[in-house]
């Protein structure tokens, strides 16, 4: 993860969703090699990186903001973008995320 005093980061922006085995092999049809880890109740741990970097994500930039080239859940401020743009960045990702895998993310931040 970046360092907060090299380039404005909040770290992990998302939460790694939990889903039920019927979604976790479903994806796993299309991607056998989707990181997944098993729950005592029976659900299953997706990587939020994991699912974010397979939508395109990972290291995209949009001007002065964007997703960290090393780590997909780590959106990062190169300099000036405002709180709303992140947010938008967010957005976009829960929505790329959404229509691809059927999983909505959930921001791990607290967005005042």
């Given at each position: 993860?970046?360092?907060p005093k090299?380039?404005?980061n909040s770290g992990?922006?998302?939460k790694n969703p939990i889903v039920s085995e019927e979604q976790k092999n479903k994806i796993l049809e299309t991607y056998p090699d989707a990181p997944n880890y098993i729950q005592q109740n029976g659900s299953f741990k997706m990587a939020a990186g994991w699912l974010i970097e397979k939508c395109?994500?990972?290291g995209k930039r949009i001007d002065n903001y964007g997703v960290h080239d090393k780590q997909a859940l780590v959106l990062v401020n190169y300099g000036g973008a405002k709180g709303g743009d992140i947010y938008n960045?967010?957005?976009q990702i829960i929505t790329?995320?959404?229509d691809t895998?059927?999983?909505v993310l959930e921001r791990e931040v607290n967005i005042l």
């Open positions: 993860m970046p360092n090299d380039i404005g992990s922006f998302f395109g994500w990972k960045l967010s957005e790329s995320v959404s895998f059927g999983i």
